[in-house]
């Protein structure tokens, strides 16, 4: 008979059969659907290039860059944590590769352009953190209650890595010897502009003191209603913090009537009054941040004023995130990431830089980063390897058909993600070559989308009902595949990448927009960029994925199809991360030799010996 075990394994590896023959029908009947919403619908969303087609390609680059010798820049980085005795120690590094492309020349060619020896381009930072200071409490330590607040530093790597990251881009470009033309980084800046927005009561940072004087709430609130651009129309007129709009307008032009700002904004004057109490500092709490310093603007009589106090807020912002860096990763200083700051009661007492610390700092830069590549006339392209989202394929057209920009879209169930679909279609169009790229569609569809309500009628919404982020008309998003071999037997492909770009305001102010006005009382008019299909005229993506061709090589298996100048970038991290390695997992002999903790008897002997 058999054994109780082998019985067990016998059944379980019945039910393993079951679940993948369910699986591979699921997935057979997923590759017909994909294949009729390809066919009736999503073809005309699908670019090809014809990268023979040089003289149009060169006519765009020559009208962007005004040169045909044109320097690229990648930047990736790296992270790690190393558990010890008594520490935990995190480490963030970012490292950038740079070249030239001619585009004199018709035979794709570019240069790598090395970093001389003197040159100290990396941002390197390593952080030992006590584990008593791993989860520092704030507020009574001996009193447990749904106020207080614990900071966890267990994953600040990932953040330091960010920062390190978003620095590193910002210097390069901000810098006159260095300042490449077309800058590609290894994350998605819709993705990182999400998740650094943080609510400002949650920044213990604010507090801390830089050129005579503290971070407060105020500049918070400035800070993230970064970046402007009047061309793009940013910050947009959306609900969602309708006061980054309105501080923009004071900024640029102080006072603002009250009546005329409403109707601009489809507001009532109550309303309008309701929604920028975050800048008058009415009717808020006497706890609140905003409570502690003076308020960015003031009603007199029917106008808004603009606090002239914050004239210099946004630099002296930038000011902070260079300062915190430059101590961070150049100056490498050990306490780059502790800081000193008022208490509840009035006294000074020393704070670890928290994660949404982190956040905040890398917010700045991202939008720092932004505005400098608009000054600078730089192609800002953001990477990512792998995301199983469906924005493109369910937010975008789902919000596209609700609105009649699109008809007769087949309601079908598509793969399980946007790169599962598109990988698909080289089985399914025959006629399909590498390069080829969706159309453009703007990141604001990371968040809005459509939703049933209880009567089942479908209606259009953000996270929680009115949060749309990043602003419309910031970011371009699309994915497309660069290596697509049809003569071997087998079909070869890379894997389909996820590309964010930056609007270039000169070029891209006169796209069509979308208006999306069907759920005015909860997002208010939203106007996202248009490409309806792929016979709108797009100049920019055009641009890039030439660029993007030529600086894909394939000369690596484990990144065919990917940008050579990302993978040698994200060598130099990972080179980085391997000579720091070594040295963290080591330190914990030098502590094992001198350990921070004592027991009783040694305590004793020294408190006799006192």
Request: charged fraction near 30%.
């Amino acid at each position: 008979m058999p054994s109780q075990i082998s019985e067990t394994l016998g059944k379980y590896k019945d039910a393993l059969d079951v679940s993948r023959n369910r699986y591979e029908q699921i997935k057979k009947e997923r590759f017909k659907n994909a294949k009729q919403f390809y066919d009736s619908f999503f073809k005309n969303l699908m670019k090809k290039y014809d990268m023979k087609n040089f003289n149009k390609v060169k006519m765009l680059a020559e009208q962007f860059f005004q040169v045909d010798k044109v320097r690229f820049a990648a930047v990736d980085g790296s992270c790690y944590k190393k558990q010890l005795q008594d520490y935990m120690v995190f480490f963030g590094a970012a490292y950038p590769i740079r070249g030239f492309i001619d585009f004199s020349r018709s035979d794709k060619r570019f240069v790598y352009e090395p970093w001389s020896p003197d040159e100290d381009v990396s941002m390197v930072a390593y952080v030992p953190i006590p584990f008593a200071e791993l989860n520092e409490t704030i507020d009574d330590p001996f009193v447990v209650s749904d106020d207080q607040k614990v900071i966890d530093l267990s994953n600040i790597h990932l953040q330091l890595m960010e920062l390190a990251e978003v620095f590193q881009a910002y210097m390069l470009v901000k810098s006159s010897d260095l300042r490449p033309k077309i800058l590609l980084w290894d994350q998605s800046m819709s993705s990182v502009m999400n998740s650094t927005d943080v609510n400002y009561k949650r920044i213990n940072l604010i507090g801390y003191k830089y050129q005579m004087r503290s971070l407060t709430a105020q500049d918070v609130i400035i800070a993230y209603s970064h970046p402007y651009n009047k061309e793009l129309g940013i910050p947009s007129k959306k609900k969602y913090r309708v006061y980054n709009y309105i501080l923009w307008k004071l900024q640029d032009n102080s006072p603002q009537n009250t009546s005329v700002l409403a109707a601009e904004l489809g507001l009532s004057e109550k309303e309008l009054l309701g929604r920028i109490n975050y800048l008058t500092g009415d009717n808020i709490e006497q706890d609140d941040p905003i409570s502690q310093s003076d308020p960015i603007a003031q009603i007199k009589g029917d106008n808004l004023h603009f606090n002239d106090s914050y004239d210099g807020s946004w630099e002296y912002c930038m000011g902070l995130f260079e300062h915190i860096c430059k101590e961070l990763f150049k100056d490498k200083k050990p306490d780059a990431l502790i800081y000193k700051k008022k208490n509840l009661e009035g006294e000074i007492e020393e704070r670890w830089t928290s994660p949404n610390d982190l956040r905040f700092l890398i917010g700045i830069g991202l939008r720092a980063l932004i505005e400098e590549c608009w000054k600078r006339d730089v192609l800002l392209i953001g990477i990512v390897k792998d995301s199983a989202s469906k924005y493109l394929t369910r937010n975008y057209t789902g919000v596209m058909e609700h609105i009649e920009k699109y008809n007769d879209i087949p309601h079908v169930l598509l793969p399980w993600s946007d790169r599962d679909f598109l990988e698909t279609l080289p089985w399914i169009a025959d006629s399909l070559t590498a390069p080829w790229s969706t159309i453009e569609f703007d990141s604001m569809f990371m968040t809005i989308h459509l939703e049933r309500d209880e009567g089942g009628n479908k209606r259009i919404l953000g996270v929680r009902g009115n949060i749309v982020a990043p602003p419309e008309r910031l970011f371009a998003r699309s994915l497309a595949q660069f290596y697509l071999n049809r003569a071997k037997k087998s079909l070869l492909y890379g894997h389909v990448i996820f590309i964010d770009r930056l609007l270039i305001p000169m070029i891209d102010k006169n796209i069509e927009k979308a208006v999306i006005d069907q759920n005015k009382e909860v997002l208010g008019v939203v106007e996202p960029i248009s490409f309806l299909n792929k016979d709108k005229r797009n100049g920019v993506q055009d641009l890039m994925m030439y660029i993007l061709d030529v600086l894909t090589r394939n000369l690596y298996p484990e990144v065919i199809g990917y940008p050579d100048p990302l993978h040698k970038a994200d060598w130099g991290a990972k080179s980085l991360y391997k000579k720091i390695k070594p040295i963290i997992d080591s330190s914990d002999i030098s502590l094992r030799s001198n350990p921070a903790h004592k027991t009783f008897r040694q305590l004793r002997d020294e408190i006799k010996r006192t």
